[in-house]
């Protein structure tokens, strides 16, 4: 079984921009940037670039809204907050691969406290040929986030 950490995702302003920027560090993407869909109503353009450590680095176009709400709070987040000098978001999310979905999410859940965001199964052929998955593979995805935050 393979386990481990997948991906690293950044939100970026302008994906081509950024992906320029990469490009011109060495750093290649595995496409051109696509519209990638997630369920029914998110539509965000991704581009994957092979990061240093071959840990493949996600470049995500979100739109300006979603009809989703918890894509719609990453939005107001990524507007609200703002992005580096370069154009990427401080704040970055993974993909792991685990045994257990359900286990995982518990996990997340009642051991660190945070509250499941957005959760949908990717498999079609788009997503997989984009992923470099095969045809009819079928991918859970969980975002979470933080429930409380604690002052220092």
């Known amino acids: 079984m393979i386990r481990g950490l997948w ?19 060495g750093f290649n ?57 370069f154009g990427f978001t401080e704040v970055v999310t993974t993909s792991h691969c685990v045994h257990s979905t359900a286990d995982a999410a518990s996990f997340y859940q009642h051991v660190l406290g945070m509250r499941v965001m957005f959760q949908d199964t990717m498999k079609s052929v788009e997503s997989n040929s984009f992923l470099r998955r095969p045809n009819d593979a079928k991918l859970k995805l969980l975002f979470c986030e933080a429930t409380i935050i604690m002052e220092r």
């Open 29 to 85: 993407p595995w496409t051109d940037p696509s519209l990638h869909r997630i369920g029914e109503i998110v539509s965000p353009t991704e581009v994957i670039v092979e990061g240093p450590d071959r840990i493949a680095i996600n470049l995500v176009q979100l739109p300006e809204s979603s009809d989703n709400d918890s894509i719609q709070e990453i939005c107001d987040y990524f507007q609200s907050n703002g992005t580096t000098k």
């Open 7 to 25: 991906n690293i995702n950044f939100y970026v302003e302008n994906i081509l921009k950024s992906l320029k920027l990469l490009k011109s560090r």
